[in-house]
Each structure stands twice: as structure tokens, then as C-alpha cells.
């Protein structure tokens, strides 16, 4: 499938800042995919330079403690998450990254493969906005009962472009 819905959590909203967990779905117009999901390592993260802002973090603070604690399990290198993700999200050409905010997922993932002096797995051409695509149609997305969850997000936000798209009749935007 050629179009990868991403979500992220991270420990800031600004591109820079540390990435807790990066999870995507494939994804066309009826169907849903193979998914990815990766927790990346907290200490390898700060030690690439990226930076906790300190409003996410009481934010996350405020969450229940299991949902927090999910962000730690089974944490890999950021170097291993972002090569495993990029040998992913590359077997097959000329992918379509899907991000929930044009402002939000991509620059983030992007500004941790340039603080690893490499560039993100796709072109900025095949760049899309969930947000956008949502307003346009006035559809929302129906939120996952295991909040905060990478990949869980990820899924609902691909099936409610598939709503949008089949709403706004352009199903063909998501042709494979």
C-alpha cells in the first residue's frame, strides 16, 4: 500500500524534541495494512540532543500511569527505531506520510533524522495533512480506547481519512 498514516509521542510540539514512540499503519481507500510501531529509548534521545519541553512533560505527568508508563516498554536506540522505520516505510517506492497536523509529526520525526545527520524515508512532495483532508469533509476522528498509543492513533486517524475520502467522493486520493 502505497499511503503510511504516522503518529508520534513525544515529550514536546516542537521539531527538536524528544520522540517517546513512532507508530504508522499502511493504508488505501477500504483497507488497512501492515503496521509499525517502535518505543524508542529515552537516554538515547537526549543523548542525539533532542529536547523534553517541560509543558508535555507535566502534561504526560497528568496522564494515568499505565498509559505512561507504555511509553517505556520495550524502548529501542533512536538509531535502531528511525533505521527500522525507514527500512519499512521505504519497501515500496514513492510512499504518500500521512501526519495528524502539517506542523506536528513530520517536522518532529524530520528533526530527529537530521540530528542523526540523515534525511526522513520520504520526499517533501508526498507529504499530507490529516487536519486538512478532516475539515474539508467535517468528519472526526474517533478516538482509540488505548490512548496515547502510537499505532493505536495512527489506525483511527487512517480510517477517518478513508471516511473523508469516501465522503468527498475522491477515493482515487488514496489509490495505491
Not at 536506540?77 to 533505521?83: G, R
Request: proline fraction near 4%.
Amino acid at each position: 500500500m502505497r499511503h503510511v498514516m504516522l503518529d508520534l509521542e513525544t515529550l514536546g510540539t516542537l521539531p527538536g524534541s524528544v520522540i517517546l514512540a513512532i507508530g504508522a499503519v499502511e493504508f488505501n481507500g477500504t483497507e488497512l495494512g501492515e503496521t509499525f510501531l517502535r518505543t524508542i529509548s529515552l537516554k538515547s534521545s537526549l543523548g542525539l540532543g533532542l529536547k523534553i519541553q517541560a509543558e508535555t512533560l507535566e502534561w504526560w505527568i497528568q496522564q494515568d500511569p499505565a498509559v505512561l508508563q507504555a511509553q517505556f516498554k520495550d524502548a529501542v536506540s533512536v538509531f535502531t527505531a528511525a533505521t527500522d522505520f525507514r527500512n519499512w516505510f521505504n519497501k515500496e517506492p514513492d510512499r504518500v506520510v500521512w501526519g495528524n497536523g502539517a506542523s506536528f509529526d513530520m517536522p518532529l520525526l524530520e528533526a530527529m533524522y537530521t540530528a542523526m545527520q540523515a534525511g526522513p524515508p520520504w520526499t517533501y512532495r508526498n507529504q499530507m495533512c490529516v487536519r486538512t483532508i478532516l475539515k474539508v469533509a467535517d468528519v472526526k476522528i474517533i478516538a482509540p480506547s488505548d490512548k496515547h498509543n502510537a499505532l493505536s492513533d495512527a489506525v483511527a486517524q487512517a480510517q477517518a481519512v478513508q471516511v473523508a475520502c469516501d465522503k468527498l467522493k475522491v477515493l482515487n486520493l488514496l489509490s495505491n
